[in-house]
């Protein structure tokens, strides 16, 4: 099994401060992401990390199967969707999803809530972006 050699990274905190089907929350702007080329995202669940940096509480694993992220890639608006479980490395036998040094336009990228099971009002989904 081959990892990524982390060069940088940041811990992003989306909030769910409103929980119904069918909403997305964008992800706020991060200066330190601003044109970087992304290499790695994980997600983490309440198993991995109960309180964010931001004191919120960490969705669960079973809330993180009700969550949906797209991303959407620089200029090109090249998008790529995917399940917020798919990113826990847990789930996955330990390993980062990567990614091909992409400049990931984070304020156009968010998250959506496919349904409101195993979910709570303002807890927080985290993701780590590995990048160069």
Same mark, same amino acid.
Request: net charge neutral; aromatic share 10%.
């Given at each position: 099994?081959? +990892?990524p050699i982390i060069e940088k990274t940041y811990l992003v ?8 089907? +069918? ?31 931001? =004191? ?37 036998? =330990? ?11 984070? #304020?156009?990228?968010?998250? #959506? ?20």
């Amino acid at each position: 099994m081959i +990892q990524p050699i982390i060069e940088k990274t940041y811990l992003v905190e989306v909030n769910l401060s409103t929980l119904s089907a +069918q909403t997305k929350t964008n992800f706020l702007y991060v200066p330190q992401l601003e044109n970087v080329q992304i290499y790695g995202v994980q997600t983490f669940s309440a198993t991995d990390l109960a309180v964010s940096p931001n =004191g919120k509480t960490v969705v669960a694993s079973a809330g993180l199967a009700a969550l949906t992220v797209t991303f959407v890639v620089g200029d090109t608006e090249e998008i790529f969707l995917m399940p917020c479980a798919d990113l826990r490395s847990a789930n996955i036998a =330990g390993f980062v999803r990567m990614f091909n040094n992409k400049t990931i336009n984070i #304020t156009k990228s968010y998250v #959506t809530i496919q349904t409101i099971t195993g979910l709570n009002l303002n807890e927080s989904v985290l993701f780590q972006f590995l990048y160069r």
